[in-house]
């Protein structure tokens, strides 16, 4: 069973899928089955081992910020309407967070590299967060762009020579993966709400900022992740079943995460020459 646990594939696709699936569908009648997102990657780290608060290292600051997303998110949906200025909000909380989660890597740096570095990667998250929350009251869109945001930086991690980060964003890919499934077979009565939109785009977002720190992931792949939410918004088929509008929207969202993948496979093969 160990052997089993320890699997790879396990930790970062099969287990998240399954803890998403059962998160979401035990939690629809409360309208929290967006929880989903974090329920899966929480499950990565329990099974990666690396569920720990000592030393707070960058790493360990990424996956605090990432379990926190799915409470607040779920505290909003909760507890608050969202507003046209929820989703700027939350992006701006979540890029200064950013720069809180990576000062041990920025600090290091010389002043204007500092600052630049910090600039770029506060103003990726809070651009990533603010567009995916948007879309919280959109189940289809929003679980397209989570899936694709999650498998999109996993795989980009991975090229960029990241396999921890790596593992977390398939996971978290995986978890999205689950929830959409559900709303395919029920339609849009599962709803994502703030809290799905928030947990896959702020793990998304620090992951792929940690990869490009701490790693050797490019600025380019993380641009073309970038625009995985504004990719999701284009038309879908009218009148169309949930399940045949959740096709049209991931492949959407899948096009610019394969770019950013394409990219960092590039940058890795340019590196290696």
């Given at each position: 069973?160990?052997?089993?646990?320890?699997?790879?594939?396990?930790?970062?696709?099969?287990?998240?899928?399954?803890?998403?699936?059962?998160?979401?569908?035990?939690?629809?009648?409360?309208?929290l089955?967006?929880?989903?997102?974090?329920?899966?990657?929480?499950?990565?780290?329990?099974?990666?081992?690396?569920?720990g608060?000592?030393?707070?290292?960058?790493?360990?600051?990424?996956?605090?910020?990432?379990?926190?997303?799915?409470?607040?998110?779920?505290?909003?949906?909760?507890a608050?309407r969202?507003t046209?200025?929820?989703?700027?909000?939350?992006?701006?909380?979540?890029?200064?967070?950013?720069?809180?989660?990576?000062?041990?890597?920025?600090?290091?740096?010389?002043l204007?590299?500092?600052?630049?570095?910090?600039?770029?990667?506060?103003?990726?998250?809070?651009?990533?967060?603010?567009?995916?929350?948007?879309?919280?009251?959109?189940?289809?869109?929003?679980?397209?762009?989570g899936?694709?945001?999650?498998?999109?930086?996993?795989?980009?991690?991975?090229?960029?020579?990241?396999?921890?980060?790596?593992?977390?964003?398939?996971?978290?890919?995986?978890?999205?993966?689950?929830?959409?499934?559900?709303?395919?077979?029920?339609?849009?009565?599962?709803?994502?709400?703030?809290?799905?939109?928030?947990?896959?785009?702020?793990?998304?977002?620090?992951?792929?900022?940690?990869?490009?720190?701490?790693?050797?992931?490019?600025?380019?792949?993380?641009?073309?992740?970038?625009l995985?939410?504004?990719?999701?918004?284009?038309?879908?088929?009218?009148?169309s079943?949930?399940?045949?509008?959740?096709?049209?929207?991931?492949?959407?969202?899948?096009?610019?995460?394969?770019?950013?993948?394409?990219?960092?496979?590039?940058?890795?093969?340019?590196?290696?020459a």
């Amino acid at each position: 069973m160990k052997d089993l646990l320890a699997n790879p594939v396990v930790q970062s696709g099969v287990a998240p899928f399954a803890a998403g699936l059962a998160v979401a569908g035990l939690l629809i009648p409360l309208r929290l089955a967006g929880l989903a997102a974090g329920a899966g990657f929480l499950a990565a780290v329990w099974l990666i081992g690396n569920f720990g608060f000592a030393p707070l290292t960058a790493t360990r600051r990424i996956v605090v910020l990432a379990l926190a997303a799915p409470v607040l998110g779920a505290l909003a949906d909760l507890a608050f309407r969202p507003t046209r200025a929820t989703a700027p909000a939350l992006g701006a909380i979540f890029g200064a967070a950013a720069i809180w989660a990576f000062w041990s890597v920025l600090s290091q740096k010389d002043l204007p590299q500092g600052l630049v570095a910090a600039a770029g990667v506060a103003a990726l998250v809070a651009w990533i967060v603010a567009f995916t929350a948007s879309l919280q009251g959109d189940s289809v869109r929003a679980a397209a762009a989570g899936l694709a945001l999650g498998v999109g930086t996993g795989v980009a991690a991975v090229l960029g020579a990241s396999a921890l980060l790596g593992q977390y964003g398939l996971a978290l890919g995986s978890a999205c993966g689950a929830f959409l499934l559900l709303v395919m077979v029920l339609g849009r009565r599962v709803a994502a709400g703030t809290t799905l939109a928030l947990s896959a785009s702020v793990a998304a977002s620090l992951l792929g900022a940690g990869a490009l720190l701490l790693a050797q992931l490019p600025w380019t792949a993380l641009a073309a992740l970038a625009l995985v939410p504004v990719a999701v918004r284009l038309p879908l088929p009218e009148k169309s079943p949930a399940w045949l509008q959740a096709i049209v929207a991931s492949i959407y969202s899948l096009a610019p995460a394969g770019a950013a993948c394409f990219l960092a496979w590039q940058a890795g093969r340019g590196a290696g020459a």
